[in-house]
């Protein structure tokens, strides 16, 4: 966000976002039913969860998912209206190709 590097930015913003949505618990259809207020939990954090711990390889694919992604999205966009967008998704994926392959830096 220093360097002002927009791609970059955007491209890590959204992957964290995929993250944290891989780290959320599924919800069964069973609790979102309900039941009598009665057998309800009360009190701070009863509707808390643990999230779920992702492995490094996990991380590695959807990191690597959405930059495919991007590239997918960059290669459908072949007028030259979208050069620009189409540039800026090869760039966003580039940024996330480097975390992969340790070039990136934090």
Same mark, same amino acid.
């Given at each position: 966000?220093?360097?002002?590097?927009?791609?970059?930015?955007?491209?890590?913003?959204?992957?964290?976002?995929?993250?944290?949505?891989?780290?959320?618990?599924?919800?069964?259809?069973?609790?979102?039913?309900?039941?009598?207020?009665?057998?309800?939990?009360?009190?701070?954090?009863?509707?808390?969860?643990?999230?779920?711990?992702?492995?490094?390889?996990?991380? *590695?694919?959807?990191? $690597? %998912? #959405? =930059?495919?992604?991007?590239?997918?999205?960059?290669?459908?966009?072949? /007028? &030259?209206?979208?050069?620009?967008? *189409?540039?800026?998704? $090869? %760039? #966003? =994926?580039?940024?996330?190709?480097?975390?992969?392959?340790?070039?990136? /830096? &934090?």
């Amino acid at each position: 966000m220093r360097a002002r590097d927009k791609a970059a930015v955007s491209a890590l913003r959204s992957t964290l976002a995929a993250l944290d949505n891989a780290e959320a618990v599924p919800v069964d259809d069973d609790r979102m039913r309900g039941g009598a207020l009665e057998h309800s939990p009360l009190g701070a954090g009863t509707t808390e969860a643990v999230r779920r711990e992702l492995t490094e390889s996990t991380v *590695a694919d959807i990191v $690597r %998912a #959405e =930059a495919t992604e991007r590239l997918e999205a960059a290669a459908q966009l072949t /007028t &030259p209206a979208h050069a620009d967008r *189409a540039a800026r998704l $090869r %760039a #966003e =994926a580039s940024v996330l190709v480097g975390f992969l392959d340790g070039r990136a /830096t &934090p």
